[in-house]
């Protein structure tokens, strides 16, 4: 009963998640001034200028906040970039795909997976796109596949989720982690090859 009585939790919750919608807000910005962003074809109706930021209290238990951008969500195409962070767990970037584009990306990291094994991705392997945790049911390490274990991965899923993962104690590097995210994102969105080693370092860059 005293937990009734104590405020202090809940303004330090509150502190926490306008700082966070902070880092989110100043994320977008970096990200729509990148000469990345400006390159990238994005499927017809992506909400390329808003994006939008929710919260929840009860994902598995545990509050959340998530911020998309770019997205789009109809009934026949996904396409989206997903910030979370997920109170007592961790801090994550996703590129979700479905349609006839998660076939062109799919074919693409199949043709560059050495090289994208090198960005620190996961990979989901769930029936569903719309689960968030990073337990063995979910997600694993791209760099622990082999092409034809995605190619049976890919026979099974009509859409691709690539995730990566920061610790919540270091989520004061929210913003640079979000942006490098983009940046190793983004190569399969413009499937270009040229650039896949350099990403992360750009993006660190660019987020300084």
């Known amino acids: ?57 009860n994902y598995l238990g545990l509050p959340y906040v998530i911020f998309d951008f770019p997205k789009l969500f109809n009934a026949k195409e996904l396409f989206a970039v997903r910030t979370m962070v997920w109170w007592g767990n961790f801090a994550s970037c996703t590129f979700l795909v479905s349609g006839n584009e998660a076939r062109l990306t799919q074919k693409f990291l199949l043709n560059n997976l050495d090289q994208l094994k090198k960005q620190q991705l996961w990979i989901c392997i769930n029936v569903s796109p719309w689960h968030h945790h990073f337990e063995k049911n979910n997600y694993v390490k791209l760099k622990e596949l082999k092409s034809i274990d995605l190619e049976k991965l890919f026979g099974k899923h009509d859409f691709l989720k690539l995730a990566r993962r920061l610790p919540l104690k270091k989520t004061n590097e929210l913003n640079t982690f979000a942006a490098e995210s983009f940046e190793v994102f983004s190569l399969l969105m413009k499937k270009q090859t040229s650039v896949i080693k350099d990403a992360r370092s750009e993006a660190t860059e660019a987020a300084l």
């Open 1 to 57: 009963m005293r937990l009734l009585k104590d405020q202090q939790f809940f303004n330090s919750k509150k502190l926490i998640t306008e700082k966070i919608y902070e880092q989110m807000n100043r994320f977008k910005i970096k990200i729509i001034s990148s000469s990345t962003f400006q390159k990238i074809k994005f499927p017809k109706n992506t909400d390329v200028i808003a994006g939008k930021i929710s919260k929840g209290e």
